[in-house]
């Protein structure tokens, strides 16, 4: 009965916002019109606010102003000399996670708050295209057989302690993300399938693989990958538990103190090698703050300059007089059908899968929770034409929940539990408990046993990823999960769909051998044209057997202060925020 009020509750408040709308946007929801999202997948050189912010249009005046005649004098008025960073970027994030700053013993949660110290191996345009301006990879090249990849280094390069940067340090950051102590999300793929490392010279290194890897530069970035370039000779002197208490990276800020549980401080690095990418802001504050509110409250009153807001609270951002902003098309949200292959799991059978499936509206979800112009319903696995195998053809399930009454029926399988896994730790993805709920109460609604489980990410993470025995025992398991814009194919199946024995995360489909099968032949093809084909065949046959709830393609929701002039993430990514790009508002 909890559920029914709680999902009456949410339906009402649903339907009173779409009554009443918002003053900036009162006509159609976001369902049913062309959202900024699309605009995002299809032209994504014109998507964000913040460009929108840096680029004004050219008007007369605007081209005069940037376009003065060339003296000396004007170009002197025109060009000053570069000031240094000045002033203070403070962040405000739900979560710090496991709050820990060796990436070897995190996961790809941490990036948001070690991210700044690090350089990743490959660096990412604002649109996520992989790129050498933004990594510590001047170059590399793959083996005609995919077997292994020559990696070179950008010259010049320092920790922050001052020392050169050398491919030994390439070498030891793959064999620690290769250790057995090491948990990083890209960790365990490494540990099945990284041979030998050569070192060619004082720049360059040769990796070798145990089988054809064609998908290493989607792990190699910030946007799918938690591995980036650690130094050798400063970890080994301290330890792990030394390097995570006082880590240096090569990055553009550069640690300072961590106060556990409040907040993290970061300097500019005004020694970073690409001067390109230096600090307009002195110092970085990220702090913690668990209630979504009280990060909007902060960032109105000047405190906090930048805050992860939850997609329902665009309202009140705007209510405050507060820019929305945040990358765009970041990643596309489901509910995995956790280890939906287990016989003794009603879901491992597809009709139950589909009933499930079909109770659940996803337009209205859509409605209640993203702002319009933020979210568009998601229909399988791939759903934005940055992943191989998108299919703009593939139709979201229809919301049919007579049909999904009937089948439940049909099997006796009323009453029948269902596990929604609720956790807030997720800082990429704030809305997932507010989405269990929703779901929890479409399921009562069609006769099923939801029960929502609030768990810690980080308690449960052994059990999900069967990790040291650990298994789920909880009846019918279903939890948030969510594939950024970014990264290879086979990258997104070994995190939520490949078994842990297997080198996979989240084992979250209902056909093991199949899944297998593809990541195989995936990993192993080199052809582009072949590999897009074997995606696409998968991505159909997740649709075909009900594999996986996809709810929407999302925005990331940041509220922005008056204090912050410009700022440019990283879009179809969740978890490269570039706040070196940030600059203060004069």
Known sequence: ???????????????????????????????????????????????TTTQAMAEPEETATTQAMAEPEETTTTQAMAEPEPAGPTGTLTVALPTFGKEVFDPSIGTSLEKSIYGPMYDFFVGLSQ????????GALESWEMAPDGMSWTLTLHPNMTWHDG???????????FERYAEETATCSRCQALKTILGSIDVIDDLTVTVNFNSPNPALLGDLTAAQGDIPILPKAYYQSVGTDGFN???????PFKFVEHKVGEEIVYEANLDYWNQDRLPAFERLVIEVVPESLSRLALVETGDVDLALMEPQVVGNIRDAGLRVGGPKAIATVMAALAHSYEPHFEMSNEEFRKAVILAVDKAALIGAIYPEGTAIPAASLINVPTHLGYDPDLEPRPYDPDESRRIIAANGWEGTPVTLYSWSTWSSIPELPTLMEAIAGYLDAVGLDPVIKPVDYTAIR?????????????????????????GAFETLVRIGLLAHADGGL???????????RVYDTMSAEIDLA???ELAAEFNQAVYDTWGLLPIAVTDSIWAIGPGVADWRPT????????????????
């Open 1 to 47: 009965m909890k559920i029914r009020r709680l999902f009456a509750a949410l339906l009402a408040l649903a339907l009173v916002a779409i009554a009443c709308g918002d003053d900036e946007q009162d006509q159609a929801p976001a369902a049913t019109q062309a959202p900024a999202t699309t605009q995002a997948m299809a032209e994504p050189e014109e998507t």
């Open 127 to 134: 649109n996520g295209e992989e790129s050498a301006e933004g």
């Open 163 to 173: 020392t050169p940067i050398t491919s030994a340090d390439t070498k030891f950051s």
């Open 245 to 251: 208490a006082a880590p240096i990276g090569s990055g």
């Open 462 to 486: 052994p059990n999900l990823l069967r990790l040291e025995g650990n298994t789920i025992t909880d009846p019918n398991p279903i939890h948030g999960w969510f594939v950024t814009s970014t």
């Open 506 to 516: 989240y084992g979250a489909y209902h056909d093991a051998a199949t899944v297998d």
């Open 530 to 532: 072949k590999r897009g």
């Open 571 to 586: 879009n179809f990514t969740p978890s490269d925020y570039r706040f070196e790009t940030a600059t203060p508002a004069s």
